[in-house]
T-cell receptor, first 113, second 115 residues
Framework: GEDVEQSLFLSVREGDSSVINCTYT??????LYWYKQEPGAGLQLLTY?????DMKQDQRLTVLLNKKDKHLSLRIADTQTGDSAIYFC?????????????FGRGTSLIVHP | DAGVTQSPTHLIKTRGQQVTLRCSPK?????VSWYQQALGQGPQFIFQ???????QRGNFPDRFSGHQFPNYSSELNVNALLLGDSALYLC??????????????FGEGSWLTVV
């Protein structure tokens, strides 16, 4: 199976909270990331969490990590139409001497009025 | 401070041709990685360069090769192009020889279409 798995689509109403979920298989993952990709653009690092943390909050973004279940989630509060994009979960560990993220297939977030 | 810059942004090539894509890392970054993102997929790691040498490589054939220059910029070369090489090619840079797991930044990518 895939090393990092995400659901492919999420549709929410503007103003609601969005929760995007991710599972991964590598128990030695050190960093877990959320990247955002807007249509036709590259990847923007939204936030990351170190593996010894279980929660990180950054303005409207809350990341929850359940290391036992290898489950990562991204909550976006007060979702806006500008949040519509593809969100990629990724994990990395320092194998081979450097961190190289492994990505999921991405979750398309659609925000409708 | 410019981020990671890539060129060209879009290009079209014919099967069998060769292509070179270029990347300038973010200022202060010395390690460059290349990823391939096919339509509807997540980015797949191709290889990483540090100190002008390929340090790690993903599951890509030898048709994919690269180079890093003394100023840390990098090129990705793909020979004998196949239709399946059509994708967005992303460059990522990081400082500290790749030892910083929380400062990996991506460029806008180069869209390659093979016809």
């Amino acid at each position: 199976g895939e090393d990092v798995e995400q659901s492919l689509f999420l549709s929410v109403r503007e103003g609601d909270s969005s929760v995007i979920n991710c599972t991964y298989t590598d128990s030695s993952s050190t960093y877990l990331y959320w990247y955002k990709q807007e249509p036709g653009a590259g990847l923007q690092l939204l936030t990351y969490i170190f593996s010894n943390m279980d929660m990180k909050q950054d303005q409207r973004l809350t990341v929850l990590l359940n290391k036992k279940d290898k489950h990562l989630s991204l909550r976006i509060a007060d979702t806006q139409t500008g949040d519509s994009a593809i969100y990629f979960c990724a994990e990395s560990n320092r194998s081979g001497g450097s961190y190289i993220p492994t990505f999921g297939r991405g979750t398309s977030l659609i925000v409708h009025p | 401070d410019a981020g990671v810059t890539q060129s060209p942004t879009h290009l079209i090539k014919t099967r069998g041709q060769q292509v070179t894509l270029r990347c300038s890392p973010k200022s202060g970054h010395d390690t460059v990685s290349w990823y391939q993102q096919a339509l509807g997929q997540g980015p797949q790691f191709i290889f990483q360069y540090y100190e002008e040498e390929e340090r790690q490589r993903g599951n890509f054939p030898d048709r994919f090769s690269g180079h890093q220059f003394p100023n840390y910029s990098s090129e990705l070369n793909v020979n004998a192009l196949l239709l399946g090489d059509s994708a967005l090619y992303l460059c990522a840079s990081t400082p500290d020889r790749g030892h910083s797991g929380n400062t990996i930044y991506f460029g806008e990518g180069s869209w390659l279409t093979v016809v």
